[in-house]
């Protein structure tokens, strides 16, 4: 009993069969100038998505804001962004704090 492939089956309901893809190259990563370059980069990020979201809860307090979606999503994300923040000190304060208990 012979089975038919799938590629024929796709093929014929109008839809074209997939071909295989070649593995691209990884991107090559710069490295940032210094950790507390990237680590200010990353508190300025933070501080932008909280000014955002400021900014579209004043608009819908206001009534300017024709969207409400857009104020629900950049206040989530801030909240988010800041939970992340949080967690991140916390888990290097617990790792400082480790270290300064080791006995040398």
Do not use: C, K, W
């Amino acid at each position: 009993m012979a089975i038919s492939p799938i590629g024929s089956i796709l093929g014929a309901a109008g839809i074209a069969p997939t071909q295989p893809t070649q593995p691209t190259q990884p991107a090559q990563a710069t490295q940032p100038a210094s950790g507390g370059n990237t680590f200010t980069q990353a508190l300025e990020n933070v501080q932008a998505s909280q000014d955002n979201a400021d900014t579209l809860a004043q608009a819908a307090a206001t009534g300017n804001l024709t969207d409400i979606h857009n104020y629900t999503i950049a206040a989530t994300e801030a909240s988010i962004t800041t939970e992340l923040t949080v967690a991140v000190r916390d888990r290097a304060v617990e790792a400082f704090n480790e270290i300064m208990r080791m006995q040398v």
